[in-house]
């Protein structure tokens, strides 16, 4: 027996499956037959064309097959979805507005962190490694109006790529807070730069990765959720300049206008980095 425990794919996806299921599955009964049918039968011809084009065979078929079951068994959905699927349907969704650009959520987020404020510090361990940011903004709408009482949830991985609640020994709010806009829509947030995050290897989709000689990685990022009365929901993260993977993030997530831009301080860095809302 040892006193940590390694981070497993198995049990980091189980617990991404188990958080879907309970905060997010609402089932397809609103959907309209016509709709499932359409996009059933598109996705599937699609799978068809490509097989007749490269001619698959039957041992590649069963490959899929094979490694289609170890997805489910590995809990990887949310990782397999989010990593290859989700940026398109951010894209689609998100195509018409005039504010902030988002980016995917991607499989680790948790709703209600701990309340902070305005201004202070995410959860984290005493001397949490990594070093420290200071971030400064404000949430403002299309408008031009600041909004006061916004929310700005934040989660990230620390300094391992580790997540909270998503891998073994970490406590459980871990680098995860809500902060709520001052009257003027500021907020300040202390917290440390994440490392960049290595999705899981030994799963189904770190199989895929190998099998396919591509890499694993996502670069450095913090993850955010800003939320006003009467506004859109914004999804986002944000990114730091000079990460090898910025150009090459597994999840194809990053868009230029998520790059910050942080300067050295007394103790640690600061970033400045504004939120504007586009109005429901
Ligand atoms: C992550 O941390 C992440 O943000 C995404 C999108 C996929 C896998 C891990
Ligand atoms: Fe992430």
């Not at 650009?101 to 949490?128: C, F, H, L, M, W």
């Not at 408008?143 to 009482?149: I, K, N, S, Y």
């Not at 910050?260 to 103790?267: G, T």
């Amino acid at each position: 027996m040892t006193a940590t425990h390694s981070p497993t794919a198995a049990a980091s996806g189980a617990n991404a499956t188990e958080r879907f299921k309970s905060d997010k599955f609402a089932g397809v009964a609103g959907t309209p037959k016509e709709r499932v049918s359409l996009l059933a039968r598109e996705v599937l011809e699609a799978v068809h064309a490509t097989i007749r084009k490269h001619k698959v065979t039957y041992e590649e078929y069963n490959a899929l097959k094979s490694w289609l079951i170890s997805v489910g068994e590995d809990g990887e959905w949310p990782l397999f979805l989010d990593v290859w699927v989700e940026h398109v349907v951010e894209d689609v969704a998100t195509g018409h507005r005039k504010g902030n650009k988002g980016t995917i959520e991607g499989p680790y987020y948790v709703p209600d962190a701990p309340e902070q404020g305005a201004r202070g510090s995410v959860p984290s361990r005493e001397n949490e490694p990594g070093t420290p940011l200071t971030w400064t903004g404000q949430v403002t709408s299309t408008t031009g109006a600041a909004l006061a009482g916004a929310k700005v949830e934040l989660w990230h991985a620390d300094a391992d790529g580790l997540y909270s609640q998503f891998a073994p020994d970490i406590p459980e709010w871990n680098l995860r807070g809500t902060f709520t806009t001052d009257d003027e829509g500021r907020f300040e947030i202390r917290t440390v730069r994440p490392a960049p995050y290595q999705i899981p290897t030994d799963g189904a989709c770190g199989k895929l990765i190998a099998a396919a000689g591509w890499h694993a990685w996502r670069p450095a990022h913090l993850h955010v959720k800003v939320s006003a009365p009467g506004h859109e929901l914004l999804t986002a993260q944000l990114y730091f300049p000079g990460d090898e993977h910025n150009d090459d993030d597994i999840a194809s997530a990053v868009k230029p206008e998520l790059l910050l831009d942080p300067r050295p301080a007394d103790n640690g860095e600061t970033i400045e980095y504004d939120f504007v809302l586009d109005p429901a």
